[in-house]
């Protein structure tokens, strides 16, 4: 009888320890999916960063090479247009941008932010946007139904309540870098 009782008792963790063999296993399954579909969503974002740094790159050299406003640049001063320009928050509109970019990540720490008419400015161009003798620089990247024509919504990556004291600046000078600018 002792001996039965010990075969059973040996027999049940024999189980036991298959069980949790196998429960590790398909734990280290579910891991290595999960780390996979990260891996993924990693590739796609430093992709996205890397082309943004290189237009970023791009249009820095430009403005190192030559003022603004200095005539032979390719951004003359009468190639600009007025636009009234006013802010938005991810609180008010949501963090995902209409090109596909999360708001929340940290390459948007790099890059400020503009929603536009894409009637009127292609998605992915470069704006200088010139508020109170200062020229900015902006990715258009997002979009608003309140967005039409020439209106321009700033991203902050603050509270609405400091969106909300930027107000609305009408005859802003903005010059819009598109692909064509570059040659492209």
């Known amino acids: 009888m002792k001996n039965v009782a010990i075969i059973i008792l040996i027999a ?96 948007s720490r790099y890059f400020n932010i503009a929603a536009v008419d894409p009637k009127i400015i292609p998605l992915g161009s470069i704006l200088l946007i010139e508020i109170d003798n200062q020229v900015y620089t902006f990715l258009a990247a997002d979009t608003g139904s309140l967005i039409k024509d020439h209106k321009i919504d700033l991203y902050f990556r603050t509270t609405p309540d400091k969106a909300f004291d930027f107000g609305t600046h009408e005859g802003v000078k903005v010059w819009i870098l598109d692909n064509k600018k570059f040659g492209q």
């Open 12 to 107: 049940i963790l024999v189980l036991v320890s298959f069980l949790w063999v196998m429960k590790a296993n398909l734990d280290y399954a579910e891991i290595k999916r999960l780390k996979g579909e990260q891996l993924e969503k990693d590739k796609q974002y430093l992709e996205n960063l890397s082309e943004l740094t290189a237009r970023n790159n791009e249009l820095q050299n430009l403005l190192t090479e030559q003022e603004v406003k200095d005539s032979e640049c390719i951004l003359y001063e009468e190639d600009y247009q007025m636009f009234e320009v006013t802010a938005y928050t991810s609180e008010e509109c949501g963090y995902i941008t209409k090109i596909g970019m999360d708001l929340r990540e940290n390459y």
